[in-house]
């Protein structure tokens, strides 16, 4: 079979929009879900199944993830895995296709021309052809099977009647007529080939995209029905797996057990607490002053911020969220950085007064400068904070200079930049206080719902509310959708967890 070139299609102009980051393939899905296979002790694994039970459930993962990432990710979008140029499988590949177009360009320029291997190809170009056209172009379907007879072709060549260049133009027409307006140009630039091997390439090369484009689109055409039927579906694959393999929630009960004790806990003042329970310290510790114990509500919606916080280190992962497990660590990643921002902005602030940061946009140049340093923030955390109190620092001298205000003192700028190096530090006061005004947020999301939790947005996050909002948002959704999918199995781990009669359980509205 000829290679369709590799072209990664988040490249295209008129593809996902700008600024969103790269969606996961369904390749990267299919490999973060196959270690909930791997992710429980040997102890509690199941007698060991045959090769063939192994790679049904594999397959029946990947149709779950690709189903979830349709529905959960708006920018999911399906592409071609790309080889890198230098590793062997790369070597090889590429060997193995130049061969394959030189035997080619040998068959073709015999007397008389050998045309098997054109034949084999046109046969696959009408394939994919057939395979572009929607339900509705049955003229269109008949007049392809008419012209590219496969059977009619082998007889003129066998006869040297074979019309090559007229094949060619009609096989290119035919595709300015089925493909994306961003095609265009690529399939004009076919027409100016004359060599007819670089052109079977080219063709096959275009023809990949426009299947990939199809593919997209079918996905973009499906998602509203999928997510109809997303919740349905998800909970009945997902029951599936939990038959063939009964320990499958093992560590999603031990997530929601530590949960629930951590809320009829006292946080521990120790530093060195453990990080399951870090959560209880940036949350109120309403547990502690109400004699019932949580409800099942507020013990999920908490174990989902619980995540945001979660060891990457650890394989004990709830495999109810296994599929977001990638997403989840993101958008903590995220989060740190909203913190660090609003740190920065904060103490700016103190020190410059409001009449610079009542200037969006200088409040904006400064956030674009933070956000540029910080980026490698996890790796050289004080490394990046000394940059950031350069940086920052001087900005405010400059424009309170420009504004004929009060320059910094000495004493004030070594201050300021004193206080922005201490950011870097987990234990910082005015981090502390922003994580905890962060994650109080996000469980208001949870339990009031968004728009609510908007009219009461926080005022020292007002800096960075655009970005927190577009999280939250993200957040809410994400675990919204997972816990109307696993509601079922939530509701009867918890039933075991906490007693219903002592609880009590408070009347919640369903997010």
């Known amino acids: 079979m000829p290679k369709m070139e590799k072209t990664a299609l988040q490249n295209d102009s008129n593809e996902a929009e700008s600024g969103a980051h790269k969606p996961e393939t369904p390749e990267q899905t299919q490999e973060n879900q196959s270690s909930c296979l791997d992710d429980h002790s040997a102890a509690s694994r199941p007698e060991v199944r045959s090769v063939t039970d192994l790679i049904e459930t594999v397959n029946e993962i990947s149709k779950l993830s690709i189903a979830h990432e349709i529905v959960v990710n708006q920018d999911f979008y399906m592409e071609d895995s790309v080889l890198p140029p230098n590793s062997l499988e790369g070597r090889i590949m590429e060997t193995m296709y ?115 484009d199809m593919v997209n689109y079918t996905i973009q055409s499906l998602r509203p029905y999928l997510k109809e039927h997303s919740i349905q579906y998800e909970r009945a694959k997902f029951q599936e797996l939990l038959n063939k393999q009964p320990n499958l929630l093992d560590c999603t009960t031990k997530w929601l057990t530590k949960t629930a004790l951590d809320l009829t806990t006292p946080p521990s003042s120790s530093p060195d607490s453990p990080s399951s329970s870090s959560m209880a310290h940036s949350s109120p510790n309403w547990a502690v002053d109400n004699p019932q ?63 610079l940061f009542s200037s969006t946009e200088f409040v904006n140049k400064l956030k674009r400068i933070t956000k540029a340093l910080v980026e490698e923030f996890n790796s050289r955390p004080e490394e990046a904070m000394v940059n950031v109190s350069e940086q920052v620092s001087q900005k405010i001298h400059e424009r309170l200079q420009d504004m004929g205000l009060t320059a910094l003192s000495s004493e004030k700028k070594a201050s300021l930049r004193g206080q922005l190096r201490n950011i870097a530090k987990k234990e910082n006061r005015v981090r502390s206080i922003i994580d905890q005004r962060i994650h109080l947020f996000l469980k208001g999301c949870l339990v009031r719902g968004m728009q609510e939790s908007l009219l009461d947005f926080p005022v020292g996050l007002i800096f960075i509310k655009g970005e927190l909002t577009k999280l939250g948002w993200k957040f809410f959704n994400l675990m919204r959708h997972n816990q109307q999918v696993f509601s079922p199995y939530y509701d009867e781990i918890l039933k075991d967890i906490i007693p219903p009669a002592p609880a009590q359980e408070t009347e919640m509205e369903s997010i």
């Open 98 to 212: 130049k061969a394959f177009w030189d035997h080619l360009k040998v068959q073709l320029s015999n007397t008389p021309a050998d045309f098997t291997g054109a034949l084999e190809l046109l046969k696959e170009v009408k394939e994919i052809l057939l395979s572009l056209l929607l339900p509705r172009q049955n003229s269109l379907r008949n007049e392809i099977e008419e012209a590219l007879d496969i059977d009619l072709l082998k007889q003129e060549a066998e006869h040297g009647a074979l019309d090559v260049p007229h094949l060619s133009k009609y096989i290119l027409n035919l595709m300015t007529l089925l493909c994306a307006p961003v095609r265009d140009e690529a399939v004009r630039k076919l027409e100016s080939i004359t060599d007819p091997v670089q052109l079977l390439r080219g063709i096959f090369h275009v023809l990949g995209l426009m299947k990939m």
């Open 293 to 355: 114990l949580p409800s099942s509500t507020m013990v999920l919606y908490q174990g989902y911020l619980n995540l945001l916080l979660w060891d990457l280190g650890s394989k004990e992962f709830p495999e109810t969220l296994l599929m977001d497990k990638i997403r989840l660590q993101d958008m903590e990643s995220q989060l740190k950085q909203l913190a660090i921002l609003a740190s920065v902005l904060l103490v700016a602030r103190s020190f410059s007064g409001s009449a």
